[in-house]
């Protein structure tokens, strides 16, 4: 399979746009919701903590200044992301919502018809007859139009004790914390403290901040869950911007080159594996693992040059100097068998000859995928 080294190139691009874009997100959602959603997550778990967030709100009628900016939920109109789109469909403004009336996914639509007329959502239901969470948001709309107010629903969250407080023969034993919570604090106290130098702040205060929890409202925070969400996250993030290096590392490595073509060998025509395979004499095979291996050559040093015979041969004796891995991939022990190979019939040949010469190759630390040779007298 050969690829253009400008369309793999294109293909980096657009990942990097792609991430730049979730990171406008990020900060947007970080900046309209506050720091209730934890922002350094992947793009569906961001869209799901945000479409929770927004579901609070508007059970306590508090989702009126939802103000996100237009331009940074347009990038994600078309996202493959369900919970993407249904997060652009709750908060994008009006003039833009009749596009996802049509979207594939369910939670999508149903996104559209809160926010569309009765025209719109009849329109809807003549296309799905039988979607009965439609008809019931058709039925609310109505109700609402006509000045019936809807029955007011209680936010969970704020349910901290449930309903029978007034109960006094029974005592609180005070709130289940959620995942979410946990979740939430651990993000305020990377936020807080990951910029600590010595980097090994976290195990101690979540041993304060439990106790502290304890000692002021009472409350058992599991000490061994919130230190781990918080080793999450940071690993988490600590992902994410490995892969960020990586690919502006592989972009730069693709403009440096884009004017030749990038070749991206596959197992079944990998052509270490068939250099190894060949049946070849020693001349041969170093012959054909030069060329595999794009192995360069030098002269003769003059300090090994008068330890050498050669009476018998018209050509002068050509040193390895340095090579690298077909498409420059990183060593695998397929190109370690090839390389030992091509060092010990390297040898022979020599031995045949007579001459003391013997070679040995190793790999360079500082570029991966290359390596050189070392030549000594025997």
Request: aromatic share 6%.
């Amino acid at each position: 399979m050969r690829l253009k080294l400008k369309e793999l190139q294109k293909v980096v691009e657009e990942t990097i746009s792609e991430e730049r874009a979730a990171d406008t997100l990020r900060e947007e959602v970080s900046r309209v919701l506050g720091p209730s959603v934890i922002t350094n997550v992947k793009l569906e778990s961001l869209a799901e903590g945000a479409n929770d967030r927004i579901d609070v709100l508007e059970r306590t009628g508090r989702d009126g200044n939802l103000n996100f900016k237009t331009s940074v939920l347009l990038k994600f109109a078309n996202s493959p992301i369900a919970e993407v789109r249904r997060l652009v469909a709750r908060t994008i403004p009006e003039q833009f919502v009749a596009r996802f009336k049509s979207d594939k996914d369910a939670s999508v639509r149903h996104a559209v018809a809160r926010r569309s007329s009765l025209g719109v959502i009849k329109e809807m239901l003549r296309r799905e007859p039988g979607n009965d969470e439609l008809r019931q948001i058709y039925r609310q709309k109505k109700l609402s139009e006509a000045g019936v107010p809807s029955p007011k629903q209680q936010d969970p969250h704020l349910d901290i004790y449930g309903e029978k407080l007034g109960d006094s023969t029974k005592q609180s034993t005070g709130p289940e914390l959620s995942d979410q919570w946990y979740a939430m604090t651990a993000h305020k106290a990377i936020s807080d403290y990951h910029h600590n130098i010595e980097g090994m702040w976290d195990e101690a205060w979540a041993h304060r901040y439990c106790a502290s929890i304890k000692a002021t409202s009472g409350v058992d925070v599991d000490e061994k869950k919130l230190w781990g969400e918080i080793q999450k996250q940071l690993k988490d993030r600590d992902d994410r911007t490995l892969e960020r290096y990586a690919l502006k590392e592989v972009a730069r490595y693709l403009k440096e080159n884009s004017e030749h073509e990038f070749v991206v060998y596959t197992e079944e025509t990998d052509p270490v594996q068939d250099l190894i395979e060949s049946n070849l004499s020693s001349i041969e095979y170093v012959k054909k693992a030069n060329s595999v291996f794009g192995i360069r050559e030098s002269s003769m040093p003059k300090g090994l040059r008068k330890y050498m015979v050669a009476e018998g041969y018209r050509t002068e004796t050509m040193i390895p100097c340095n090579g690298k891995t077909p498409g420059n991939r990183h060593i695998s022990r397929l190109d370690e068998r090839a390389l030992d190979l091509y060092v010990k019939r390297w040898n022979d040949v020599q031995k045949q000859r007579g001459e003391p010469i013997r070679i040995d190759w190793s790999t360079n630390p500082m570029a991966p995928g290359t390596f050189s040779f070392s030549a000594e007298l025997k």
